[in-house]
């Protein structure tokens, strides 16, 4: 199956301080060439030998599969997070914020000065729900590699050089703040609200298996 890209669900001639041209030319450039590597490597992957294959070829095009899916998807969230301006209702998304950082505007403060930290390196700020944890932790990403390994991203500010560039030349700080002024958050907190489901579910399989095992002894 070869992957698509998604359309932008937002009207990018209505954003604040993120011109149309900036984010087309993300969208079609960056999380479109994301979409075209994976598509490529997966074919590369299909034809392959794997009797006569080198292992070094095989391991080259597996790492860079998850790269290039990695920042598939992580640009996908990305868009996916803007095209809003207003603050957060209260909800669980809200809750769950100030339970783990003391307040939405101290999360959303952490979250723009990691952007700013980070201006001048690339990489990514992530919002990310750990279901370990139980909690929301804001994270540094590079290289489109994620951490905590079992977390879900919920917000993802993309600090690669082509996500600013065009708007805001070398001044990446500003575009972080601008980042967070855009935010949609009813997208994000039903975003939040699949994750948190998807770990509950989980575990109700998990402790269904251990009971159907445990009567299997
Ligand atoms: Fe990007």
Redesign the pocket.
């Known amino acids: 199956m070869d992957f698509e890209m998604l359309p932008l669900p937002f009207d990018a001639t209505r954003l604040t301080g993120l011109s149309q041209r900036l984010i087309e030319s993300?969208r079609r450039n960056?999380?479109g060439g994301a979409v075209r590597r994976v598509n490529a490597i997966r074919a590369r992957l299909r034809a392959l030998d794997h009797s006569q294959a080198p292992g070094f070829e095989l391991n080259g095009l597996k790492r860079e599969e998850l790269l290039a899916f990695n920042s598939l998807l992580l640009?996908e969230v990305?868009f996916d997070n803007l095209g809003g301006t207003s603050e957060l209702e209260p909800g669980p998304l809200r809750t769950v914020l100030t339970a783990a950082f003391g307040s939405y505007e101290r999360w959303r403060d952490e979250f723009a000065a990691m952007g700013k930290a980070l201006a001048g390196g690339s990489g990514r700020v992530l919002l990310s729900w750990s279901p370990r944890a139980a909690m929301l932790v804001n994270q540094w990403a590079a290289d489109h590699a994620r951490a905590p390994a079992e977390a879900t991203p919920i917000v993802a500010l993309?600090l690669?050089e082509?996500?600013y560039h065009l708007d805001y030349g070398a001044a990446a700080a500003d575009y972080a703040q601008a980042f967070v002024c855009n935010l949609q958050w009813e997208r994000i907190a039903a975003r939040f609200e699949r994750a948190v489901a998807a770990s509950a579910a989980a575990i109700e399989i998990a402790r269904a298996r251990s009971r159907a095992a445990r009567r299997a002894v």
């Open positions: 993300h960056n999380y640009h990305y993309d690669y082509h996500s």
